[in-house]
């Protein structure tokens, strides 16, 4: 174990070094964040997954620091250039970019102009130049001209000086962390549109001749920026005022104002022109980049949580159906575990046999809910079953109707895990499926998709893929083992994300429970095939088994530590049931008496709530919600109409809304509240459900304004006369804040499912 690293990160992160030590251990011993987390509270000091996800993170970067240094050195030694002092620097190096810049100048390189002109003879005079001693730069350079090496002038002799020097300076440390600070500081992103494509490129009109401070630009304006430079519609810079990075050279190498200096000041200014700020640029391009994908990533991540974590209905007997107009309804009949039963097809133009048929399966599978998919036909769908449930008698009145996002859907229905549980089934019907579960159980039903094809991200696909995925899983993997899982009733999917399982253990465990029935203990999973002690301590308490041999079997209480339950029951002269059943008994419980070296006061706690609620679902109660009758497309909208909604994605600019007309309205972070909102995720979170208030729209570009606020659009006109007050210094300032504003937003349709 790296001891430096501990004691970095730990200052970093304001924690404690044993902290940082413990988590380093355990995630090189292979356990799991959610377990750490969850189980080994008293190693760690209680540190929460966000913490611990934080430490194994910094490690990562530590340790490819650490492999880099390794590389240079050893490029460093084949080259001859290795000695202590540089090796005492290089190991010394905090970041990469310091790390490069020491490498540097002794980084093989490609021929350069400054190369050429060594091999001609000419870094004597570049030295001598660069000293700046007062010599006579044009009579020393008489020495160096010479036909036969290439330098047929002292002007060539010069120039070939000045390439060495120019060279020279951009290989300083110094320069170029100051040139660093400069572009991170002052940088602006300028962009302008490529030339002929006005019309090709209209999506990014906005940014046809637009500028930004490095440090204000926030993620989704970079991310866009970026994207029309990458579809060659946009010309994309980064650069300070070239005036500052010319002063900051000077100041570091100009020593007075002789001819020498003359000519050192000119190198500088083609070192700048030529590498330093090319280099510099592609530096803090990277940077921003980074920056942008962080938050962007973090956007996502938020809000996939929040679907996942939706209310789940409940082991109910549902009806699924996928709209549709032309092809017909598909629906299908699922049992109270999701387990599917029939399928058949509606068509809204045959109203009577279609509400015959819905009819004739409610009863036939005793159907308790209804789950209809939000796209195409979805709202007609809806008024046309509600309708037939108005009309109804006896028990098909209680049936709740509820709308699904469906997105993704298709996505399941056309993968290989869809076509491997349903061989014989149409897409459609597949889909159907698909939406009746999610109406039952997000969780279990979404982590069979993509988390990019949900429809819950900003720029997914322009970020660094492999940070996203690695989020992701981290956001599936925590709400998984955060909510528990049947193991059961769970499919392989679902077990795939159960901590110190995968794709193979979830299999095997499936195949087990194929071939010998349910589960009737967690002892049992050690007879899966690789299943091993290490597996069976990271994944145990997380998977739960309903009405098993042992009561805590379905319970958050981890297997190794039954006995201190047992010892518990026995001190009370009572029974385990005993004790998650009275309350009375377990006040009764003096938790220090079971304090050992392994188990402290924070799992005992752990222990305690768990009797009091074992296997407790987390997730908030099932709410039914409706959207408002009458208003099922773009066309029936109203400026000013109140209407309820769902929050279905959280962008950094503000929130989309679902209010049940095929297309959902921008609440921009402007609109969000009466307040000022710094963070759109401050006041809404995705499967929200929110009252909104029409603000405008547009049909033909199918855009629709809502808020959030008392009194709409008050801050906007507000904004607006205020505007032409403004001085025209402060109007592109202004320009900024209204980017994203609704209808000025070229991008809208390009987050999550627009």
Same mark, same amino acid.
């Given at each position: ?8 990160? $730990?200052? &970093? ?28 509270? +008293? ?35 084949? @080259?001859? @250039? ?56 044009? &009579? ?53 549109? =490529? ?15 637009? +500028? ?19 579809? *060659? ?32 000041? /000119? ?13 510099? +640029? ?13 938050? $962007? ?44 039963? @029939? ?33 195409? /036909? ?16 006896? *028990? ?14 298709? =996505? ?7 076509? &491997? ?26 982590? #069979? ?108 209480? @981890? ?11 026995? *001190? ?8 998650? #059943? ?8 003096? %938790? ?14 752990? %222990? ?20 408002? &009758? ?47 909102? #710094? ?9 929200? #459900? ?58 809208? *349709? ?5």
């Amino acid at each position: 174990m790296n001891e430096t690293h501990i004691s970095i990160i $730990a200052e &970093e992160l304001g924690l404690n070094e044993f902290q940082i030590q413990a988590v380093a251990t355990l995630l090189d011993e292979g356990a799991t964040i959610p377990f750490i987390a969850r189980y080994r509270k +008293e190693a760690t000091g209680s540190l929460d997954e966000v913490a611990v996800t934080s430490v194994r993170d910094r490690l990562n970067q530590l340790r490819e620091l650490d492999s880099r240094k390794e590389a240079i050195l050893k490029s460093l030694e084949q @080259h001859g @250039h290795l000695t202590d002092e540089l090796q005492e620097k290089v190991m010394a190096a905090e970041t990469l970019a310091v790390l490069e810049d020491i490498y540097l100048p002794y980084k093989p390189k490609r021929r350069t102009k400054a190369t050429i002109a060594r091999e001609k003879g000419l870094e004597p005079l570049a030295l001598l130049i660069f000293e700046q001693t007062g010599a006579d730069p044009y &009579e020393a350079g008489v020495l160096f001209a010479d036909t036969e090496k290439g330098v047929d002038s002292v002007e060539d002799a010069l120039s070939g000086a000045r390439d060495i020097i120019a060279e020279m300076v951009n290989e300083n440390e110094d320069a170029r962390a100051r040139l660093r600070d400069l572009f991170a500081s002052k940088g602006t992103f300028k962009s302008s549109v =490529v030339s002929d494509m006005e019309t090709e490129g209209a999506k990014y009109k906005d940014y046809f001749d637009w +500028e930004e401070s490095v440090t204000t630009a926030p993620s989704h304006r970079i991310l866009a920026m970026r994207r029309g430079e990458k579809e *060659d519609m946009l010309n994309l810079s980064i650069t300070p005022p070239e005036e500052d990075a010319v002063e900051i050279l000077k100041t570091l190498f100009i020593k007075g104002e002789t001819e020498d200096s003359k000519q050192v000041e /000119a190198a500088i200014h083609d070192c700048y022109k030529r590498l330093l700020s090319r280099s510099m +640029e592609t530096e803090i391009r990277l940077a921003t980049k980074e920056r942008a994908d962080s938050e $962007a990533i973090r956007v996502f991540t938020e809000n996939l949580r929040q679907l996942l974590l939706a209310s789940p209905l409940g082991p109910r007997r549902v009806m699924g159906i996928d709209p549709g107009f032309r092809t017909g309804c598909k629906i299908v009949c699922l049992d109270s575990q999701g387990k599917f039963l @029939h399928n058949d097809t509606i068509y809204l133009h045959q109203p009577e046999k279609s509400a015959s048929l819905v009819s004739k399966l409610c009863h036939e599978f005793d159907v308790e809910a209804i789950a209809i998919g939000n796209g195409t /036909a979805g709202r007609e769908t809806e008024a046309f079953v509600r309708e037939i449930l108005l009309s109804a008698r006896g *028990d098909m009145k209680k049936i709740q109707v509820v709308m699904v996002n469906e997105s993704g859907a298709s =996505v399941y229905s056309a993968s290989d895990v869809a076509r &491997e549980e349903f061989p014989d089934l149409d897409l459609t019907v597949r889909g159907a499926v698909s939406i009746g579960r999610r109406l039952m159980d997000p969780l279990s039903e979404l982590v #069979k998709i993509d988390p990019k094809s949900i429809g819950v991200g900003q720029y997914q696909h322009d970020v660094d893929q492999t940070a996203l995925k690695q989020s992701l899983d981290d956001v599936v993997m925590s709400c998984v083992n955060g909510v528990g899982v049947d193991v059961n009733t769970a499919s392989a999917q679902l077990l795939t994300y159960v901590s110190g399982l995968g794709p193979q253990l979830a299999k095997n465990i499936v195949a087990y429970r194929d071939e010998n029935g349910p589960f009737t203990s967690r002892k049992g999973l050690k007879n899966v095939k690789r299943l091993g002690p290490k597996a069976f301590e990271q994944c145990a308490g997380f998977l739960r088994i309903r009405q098993g041999e042992n009561l805590l079997d379905a319970s958050a209480v @981890h297997p190794e530590s039954y006995h201190i339950v047992d010892l518990m029951a026995k *001190d009370l002269d009572c029974t385990v049931s005993d004790l998650m #059943k009275e309350a009375e008994l377990r006040k009764k419980i003096d %938790i220090s008496r079971y304090v050992t070296d392994a188990v402290g006061i924070p799992t005992l706690n752990d %222990i305690l709530e768990e009797l009091a609620k074992p296997g407790r679902d987390p997730r908030e109660k099932f709410e039914e919600f409706a959207f408002e &009758e009458g208003v099922e497309k773009i066309q029936d909208l109203r400026p000013g109409m109140k209407l309820p909604g769902i929050v279905t994605n959280v962008t950094a600019f503000g929130a989309f809304v679902d209010i049940g007309v095929h297309q959902d309205g921008l609440v921009h972070i402007s609109e969000l509240a009466d307040r000022f909102v #710094k963070t759109p995720g401050d006041v809404v979170k995705v499967q929200q #459900k929110v009252t909104v208030t029409v603000i405008d729209v547009d049909i033909e570009r199918k855009r629709i304004s809502l808020s959030m606020k008392t009194v709409p659009g008050e801050q906007k006109q507000s904004q607006a006369k205020n505007k032409k007050k403004m001085p025209k210094p402060k109007q592109k300032q202004q320009k900024a804040k209204d980017k994203d504003r609704p209808f000025n937003n070229p991008f809208a *349709d390009l987050l999550g499912k627009f």
